[in-house]
């Protein structure tokens, strides 16, 4: 196309031509006419420049993006979500946001500054359509563009971190579980030896850093969608590196840091510590007051209802009743911080919850607001049987009818063919009904991401082209927030 002008392109998309403009950011494809696919990029003669879309960044919710109409007419715009994750308001203006949007009338050469928002959690992506018609003479085009947008909204919930192959990747609630997205965050990443539960952005680029380990345990890695360079914090202290699992966050008013369980080293057992983004390393109370060898950091969560977040760790069992669950309380005195129990009797024909299958077989705190759970955070932990169970210490006088009933537990799936691998699971609205879901690894036949509410139902997850999503085993599932 040696000449171009803007009536000259919109003649060429009318009659079914095809053309391309190439700049920086603009538009992937473009329908007018009969559906000609045209593909764009920004030009100051683009038909419709949009900024404020780039694949390869992920802009925190609410984002803005600019529509400019570069017709020589006005251009009546309606702004779409293809699979409603999406609202859309005029930025400046005191209107609720909608999905649909419509501009009545763009002027030629005007700019319109559009909000994009989401009531969804972690990371969203979906196809924003745009449909713009001339107002002189009713001719139409239509834009469409791949947008994902970090939302910031209060929640507990967010996406799940998994390992499958030797990628690490993301699985975030959609609406369905049978259209759940998946993310690769890292490819090919080679041995990771085990993930956590995470939820700081210790870069400060507004994306949550995934937390997990590598090699010998010399240093703890962190990776955001922001970053995909793999960031390594030096550990003085060796982390262990079998069948744990860490957690980021903070606790008793630390720095934000990485929890993680020293390696034990003769007679020295294994202790909790805290790693900031500066690489100090610091004992987390006192290690005299652990049970046992600690194993896995489950996260950090207010599980017995006195307002304040504790930290629930695991400790090495015995063989009749295996790894057990215990938590620290915060203290103004750090040395005073102390160890405290989660467990009840073995009942193996009720399959009451006595111990966990393994050292790392175990969930963030989450709020699951179902039976004697209510209002406070539970802890996922798979059994010994490959059963989910959410458990809790008894509750403060704030909660009576929990604290009358002592330790919390409950059997959420029990179902003998959908049994858990026993390792780390992530509490989240996967379906996104407001009811929270344990996703876990199945353990036997697939290893596959599943996922089971609190009321037992079960389901296998599922991308929108209907495929099963695998999961590496022994690093299971964690949260990402």
């Known amino acids: 196309m040696s000449s171009y002008t803007r009536r000259a392109a919109l003649a060429a998309l009318l009659t079914g031509s095809t053309w391309w403009v190439i700049d920086s950011d603009a538009f992937e494809s473009l329908e007018a006419g009969r559906s000609t696919d045209v593909s764009v990029t920004k030009d100051t003669a683009a038909l419709l420049g949009i900024d404020g879309i780039n694949p390869t960044q992920v802009p925190s919710a609410p984002h803005e993006i600019g529509l400019t109409n570069n017709l020589e ?33 763009l002027p030629s050469g005007n700019t319109e500054q559009i909000s994009v928002s989401t009531t969804q959690t972690g990371q969203v992506s979906d196809v924003i359509i745009i449909e713009c018609e001339s107002v002189q003479n009713a001719e139409t085009i239509e834009v469409v563009r791949q947008l994902t947008i970090q939302s910031q909204a209060q929640t507990q919930f967010g996406r799940c971190l998994f390992v499958a192959d ?81 957690a980021s966050g ?24 805290a790693l900031n983004k500066n690489g100090d390393v610091n004992l987390v109370g006192s290690s005299d007051n652990y049970e046992n060898n600690p194993q896995s950091i489950a996260g950090i969560g207010d599980i017995d209802g006195d307002g ?19 938590y620290l309380d915060p203290k103004e005195d750090d040395s005073e911080i102390e160890s405290n129990k989660i467990e009840v009797e073995t009942d193996s024909d009720s399959h009451s919850y006595g111990g966990i299958g393994s050292g790392n077989s175990i969930g963030r705190p989450a709020e699951f607001n179902v039976g004697d759970n209510g209002g406070i955070d539970s802890v996922p932990i798979v059994d010994k049987q490959g059963k989910i169970f959410l458990i809790g210490p008894e509750a403060t006088d704030q909660y009576p009818d929990l604290e009358e009933s002592g330790v919390r537990e409950q059997l959420i799936q029990k179902n003998s063919n959908r049994e858990a ?10 379906d996104g009904d407001g009811n929270p879901e344990v996703v876990y690894i199945r353990n036997g036949g697939e290893e596959e991401l599943q996922a089971v509410g609190t009321s037992g139902n079960f389901t296998t997850l599922k991308t929108s082209e209907g495929e099963s999503i695998p999961a590496n085993k022994n690093q299971g599932v964690t949260s990402l927030r």
């Not at 959609?174 to 952005?201: M, P």
């Not at 629930?312 to 215990?326: A, L, M, Q, S």
């Not at 691998?421 to 996967?430: A, F, Q, Y």
């Open 421 to 430: 691998v026993k390792s780390p699971v992530c509490p989240t609205d996967i």
């Open 73 to 105: 007419s006005s251009l009546r715009i309606i702004i779409k979500s293809r699979n409603d994750r999406f609202n859309f308001s005029r930025s400046g203006t005191d209107t609720d946001p909608t999905d649909p949007l419509t501009i009545e009338s």
């Open 250 to 273: 903070t606790f008793n008013q630390s720095d934000p840091s990485v929890f993680f369980i020293n390696r034990s080293k003769g007679n020295n057992k294994s202790k909790i510590y």
């Open 166 to 246: 030797k990628d690490l990747r993301t699985v975030a609630p959609t609406g369905s579980a049978n259209d759940v997205q998946t993310t690769i965050i890292k490819q090919n990443i080679g041995n990771i030896r085990a993930i956590g539960a995470s939820e700081v952005d210790f870069d400060g680029d507004d994306a949550s850093d995934a937390v997990f380990l590598k090699g010998n345990g010399n240093n703890i890695s962190l990776v955001d969608t922001n970053d995909t360079n793999r960031r390594k914090i030096s550990t003085s202290q060796r982390a262990r590196t079998s069948t744990t699992h860490l």
């Open 308 to 326: 304040q977040n504790e930290l629930v760790y695991t400790v090495g069992g015995d063989t009749d009743n295996g790894e057990k669950v215990r």
